[in-house]
């Protein structure tokens, strides 16, 4: 039989049966996008976690107007029925993101060796991410320890289930403030190079105006974009780190350091939509 033989159609009819579903999805750069952002498990992460913080911030939205119209007359129970869905979506989706983080320590491994192979620019870095690296490859088995005993998979103590927790967000803690230190590095070697690719461009105008070599100034409005698209990823990093340090410092203390949980729940709201605007910009 013909494999280029249509199965029993009329190729028009065919074409507008099993094709017409297909003609109707335009071709589109943004889906090409999403198709490439949420295909890795980087963004496919950061997504669930813009969900699951948003679920969370709604949840007390939802019980505070439902006391309201409670005390109104307008509605039997205090409680809000959609917001306990929330909550339950929400831890689903926070002990998935939890479970998918097991392959985690395989990239630090790999970090581990490449950055002795090929080093950072500077000795500073270097020693700041030999120190991040360790302290991931502490944050990784602790919280997989962790998982294991909450899901009693393996039965720990209370206590100590509850150590294991804080120690991880403790290496997490650690991680956190080497990143500060890291960015102040990140943004003096940009400062550097647009310092350097200012004077380059002075020095072009120079030789231009004297008619001895054209300035490539394409190149040169090219690696200054570039820089630009740097600077701003490198400050969407540093926002994250900063709404990431006070989450981290609350969950390292075995009682935590704000009262407020929601307060704790808009931080990681935060650092979700800019880890989201990163990681979209990057892709």
């Not at 033989?5 to 109707?24: C, N, Q, R, S, Y």
């Not at 490539?216 to 820089?227: N, V």
């Not at 969407?236 to 935590?256: A, I, R, T």
Request: aromatic content about 12%; hydrophobic content about 45%; glycine content about 6%.
């Amino acid at each position: 039989m013909d494999s280029t033989a249509p199965l029993g159609f009329i190729p028009a009819t065919e074409d507008m049966i099993l094709g017409g579903v297909g003609k109707m999805i335009p071709k589109s750069p943004t889906l090409d996008r999403l198709a490439t952002f949420l295909g890795s498990y980087s963004g496919t992460d950061k997504l669930f976690m813009v969900i699951e913080t948003t679920l969370k911030i709604l949840v007390p939205l939802l019980n505070w107007r439902a006391r309201l119209r409670h005390s109104a007359g307008l509605r039997k129970t205090p409680g809000s029925p959609v917001a306990e869905r929330f909550s339950k979506m929400a831890g689903l989706i926070s002990d998935s993101r939890m479970l998918w983080r097991f392959f985690g320590l395989v990239p630090i491994i790999k970090w581990l060796s490449a950055m002795e192979r090929t080093p950072a620019s500077n000795r500073r870095l270097l020693t700041i991410e030999r120190l991040q690296a360790l302290a991931m490859l502490v944050y990784y088995p602790l919280e997989h320890l962790y998982y294991f005993g909450s899901h009693k998979i393996y039965k720990f103590p209370v206590k100590k289930l509850s150590t294991l927790a804080v120690w991880s967000c403790r290496a997490w803690a650690v991680y956190v403030v080497l990143h500060f230190l890291h960015l102040r590095e990140d943004f003096k070697l940009l400062d550097e190079r647009e310092t350097e690719l200012a004077r380059n461009a002075v020095a072009e105008k120079k030789i231009e105006a004297g008619d001895l070599v054209p300035a490539d100034h394409a190149a040169t409005r090219a690696e200054y974009k570039a820089l630009q698209k740097k600077r701003r990823a490198l400050k969407l990093d540093l926002f994250v780190n900063l709404v990431n340090f006070p989450q981290s410092l609350h969950w390292s203390l075995e009682k935590g350091y704000f009262q407020n949980k929601h307060l704790v729940d808009l931080f990681a709201w935060l650092a979700g939509i800019a880890s989201f605007t990163s990681g979209w910009e990057a892709t």
